[in-house]
T-cell receptor, first 112, second 114 residues
């Protein structure tokens, strides 16, 4: 079965600093990968998804970007963080469109 | 606009009760309906996935139903236990070809008291 690893678990960053969150997947190959943000009082917001290496689709315009340098590696980045980037970031993966998504334990990002 | 509404937002019950969580959605052309569980500060765990052609799915003490015509799904939890305490999220996957994605509700926060 799939295992989704995310790190770090918590992160405190100043406004304007860069960001790099990493997600790696075990137990599958060529998965669909997803980055979500969960803010207090709001549902999960899909940020990016990827169907293969180097293929990234962006759902919401923002100062974040994503990359997939390897089949089971998905990275969320920013050059300059905003206060509004605070939230709980979740990485998810699934084998095919007929399967449920499996989630990592998330990264709690606080911007000061 | 595609939306998912979950009622109630919070629920507190004594151990042993059978309970029902409700989910309503605006798009009848869904691909599937999914229920997840989220423990505090953790990621989500998939509980049940109901394909659009199905009416219900069961896993242990959990049963989820789907009524596309009315835009509703329910999650039934039998003989609730304190370990069932968590937030339960409902999401439907839209039927948008290669641009399919999950549309999420805000969840129902469940507390089962011993």
């Amino acid at each position: 079965s799939q295992t989704i690893h995310q790190w770090p678990a918590t992160l405190v960053q100043p406004v304007g600093s860069p960001l790099s969150l990493e997600c790696t997947v075990e137990g599958t190959s060529n998965p669909n990968l997803y980055w979500y943000r969960q803010a207090a009082g709001r549902g999960l917001q899909l940020l990016f998804y990827s169907v293969g290496i180097g293929q990234i689709s962006s759902e919401v315009p923002q100062n974040l970007s994503a990359s997939r340098p390897q089949d089971r590696q998905f990275i969320l980045s920013s050059k300059k963080l905003l206060l509004s980037d605070s939230g709980f970031y979740l990485c998810a993966a699934r084998d095919s469109l007929n399967q449920p998504q499996h989630f990592g334990d998330g990264t709690r990002l606080s911007i000061l | 606009k595609q939306e998912v509404t979950q009622i109630p937002a919070a629920l507190s019950v004594p151990e042993g009760e059978n309970l029902v969580l409700n989910c309503s959605f605006t798009d009848s052309a869904i691909y599937n309906l999914q229920w997840f569980r989220q423990d505090p500060g953790k990621g989500l765990t998939s509980l049940l996935l109901i394909q659009s052609s199905q009416r219900e799915q069961t896993s242990g003490r959990l049963n989820a139903s789907l009524d596309k015509s009315s835009g509703r799904s329910t999650l039934y939890i039998a003989a609730s236990q304190p370990g069932d305490s968590a937030t339960y999220l409902c999401a439907f996957e839209n039927n948008a070809g290669n641009n399919r994605k999950l549309i999420w509700g805000l969840g129902t926060s469940l507390a089962v008291n011993p």
